[in-house]
């Protein structure tokens, strides 16, 4: 029990842990509560008495000149006394004189005598009647307090019998219990806890694996990762110019656009709709926090790639590769620009934009797209597809400049500075008030996620909403361009 209180403890404690990112000097502010949660955000409304309706920024279309030429899970007691009367002798005549006995009574003389005597019997009879009714009465009574008794004795005899009966039901049941208890004491509970030391032993496992692998990632992380690839020598402006010279494997790649920009790593997918693309940005496992200052996306951040196993560098890392860089790519003549996206299913759509235009530093980054064809629908153009009107205008991402939760330059044009579509959001892009499309937004394992998971309680996933509306955060996206040429 311990360990499994231990291992919850530990469980909220990395979840505590896990919360730092992108607007940490703002996470004092509470959360917000909404009531829709599954509708499209993206947008967010006017509030009329107060705001006027936004506008568009104007933008100059892409830069169309200087492209390239054409290339090839819950007895009772029974008695009675009688009573013996006894009669006392009646007496016979007597002689004239005394000596000569007793003779035999005449009949005056026995007349005489039982006369006499009848007196005395008749009291004595009367006496006797009395007693023996006297007696009779009390022995009557005696006999009913007999039956009485008898019978109290029968219903108590019963209930003792009965009682007796209750008992012994009772003392089956309770040694069915018993039996039962005690049968479970032996089989089951030892066999209950044997699998629970086991749960308890397997988690113990893997929090020991995890320990391990914790400490083995600390180690790692001691020193910063050195990608130790070979570089190809083959090297050129951008990656069209790599793959014109003959460098035709997808992998990093050392480019200069110019002369006056030092050479700088980028990995050049030579394969999709005939190669020649230089990634700007890649998005495919969360390994990259984009939550970042506008600093770090002038600059550029993340991995441009890795080793899959053979020498050189031919798996794109996460990365931005930097305002700064693509601007300069971008106005070096007629560019194009290929946004890949894959859901957790692995179905891949598409968005390609024939002209693509950064301004530079000083034009905040304006972003100019044109010419949209693909499958995942025109969001940087024409707005998210499940909004209206103005609703609609206010997730177009053209003409916007780019907005990084230390530089405001949105469309949301509010008084509260925690109303920023950067710092709500997730990334830094081309915000407007505020998007259909986040590529740079937080990274959600899985897909679908919603507004009690985002920091700020709005979509702030890697979302392209004309596909997967506001609720569902991407597995991959990515952006690559290439200068315009005709196919
Ligand atoms: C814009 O969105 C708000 C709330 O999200 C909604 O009340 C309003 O009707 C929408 N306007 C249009 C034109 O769809």
Redesign the pocket.
Known sequence: MKRLLLCLLCISTVKSLAVIDYDDEDSDSPPKVHVETVDARG?R?VDRRREPVPTLRPVSPPISKGGYQARPTKSPIRGQKKEQVVYSDAGGCRHASDQLGVLCPTGCELQTALLKQEKTVKSDIRDLQDKVHKQNEVSTSLYQYMNTLEDKLAKRQKQVKDNENVISQYNTEIERHYTYIRENMDNNIPSSLRVLRSVVDTLHKKIQKLENAIATQIDNCRTSCIVSCNIPVVSGKECEDIIRKGGDSSEMYLIQPDSFFKPYKVYCDMTTQNGGWTLIQNRQDGSVGFGRTWDAYKKGFGNIAKSGGKKYCDTPGEYWLGNDKISQLTKMGSTEVLIEMEDWNGDKLLAHYGGFTIQNEANKYQLSVSNYKGTAGDALMEGASQ??????TMTIHNGMFFSTFDRDNDGWVHADPRKQCSKEDGGGWWYNRCHSANPNGRYYWGGQYSWDMAKHGTDDGVVWMNWKGSWYSLKKMSMKIRPFFPQ
């Open positions: 947008h409304p909004l209206y009107g103005e609703n609609k």
